[in-house]
């Protein structure tokens, strides 16, 4: 359940995170998968997060306190072809600082778009996280525009491409920001791994 949701602060580097001992819950995807929009419809807090028409336009670690208890981690987006190759650098390095040397995060939900085939991009970072050992679920995103079959067999391309890799799957959650769909399981599931 979330009852207050406020931005903390903005970081351009590892240094600028909060320094005190709540946990920190983020979310990253590819530019464009409907990540400020998810994160609006988790608080019910429209403008929380800023939705762009423009892909890759977080390029800050931002930061929002929640329930006064723990903090929803907006990343930057991944792989937008529109930004420069040394801002890219396949993952740049704020969020490869953050995901694998930030001590704070406590999980990561990684975006994908429930309309695509499983892309490279985000398979590569998977595959980093696992190699890394950081604790990760999918959510899979912009379901409301696909029927309940072709979502059944987005999450089914997944968790085959996956399977391939991976012994044991992450947690899988679908969702639309438009529809609210999925709110309620993606915060319980935060709740229970914060207890």
């Not at 915060?187 to 914060?194: G, H, N, P, T």
Request: aromatic fraction near 10%; include cysteine; charge should be positive.
């Amino acid at each position: 359940m979330i009852t207050s949701a406020e931005f903390k602060c903005s970081s351009e580097k590892l240094g600028q995170v909060p320094k005190d001992s709540l946990r920190d819950i983020a979310f990253i995807g590819r530019s464009n998968v409907g990540k400020s929009s998810l994160i609006n419809m988790l608080t019910r807090h429209k403008g929380l997060a800023k939705v762009s028409a423009t892909p890759g336009k977080t390029r800050l670690i931002n930061h929002f306190l929640i329930n006064k208890e723990w903090y929803l981690v907006d990343l930057p987006g991944y792989g937008y072809a529109r930004t420069s190759k040394s801002v890219r650098g396949g993952f740049a390095k704020i969020i490869t600082d953050y995901v694998f040397k930030c001590e704070r995060m406590h999980f990561l939900f990684v975006l994908v778009d429930s309309r695509l085939e499983p892309q490279r991009i985000d398979l590569e970072f998977i595959e980093q996280l696992g190699v890394n050992g950081v604790p990760f679920g999918i959510i899979f995103t912009k379901c409301d525009k696909l029927s309940k079959t072709q979502v059944e067999r987005s999450v089914a391309a997944y968790r085959k491409r996956l399977a391939e890799q991976w012994e044991e799957m992450p947690p899988m959650f679908t969702s639309s920001s438009e529809k609210g769909a999925g709110r309620d399981e993606i915060l319980e599931f935060v709740d229970k791994i914060l207890k």
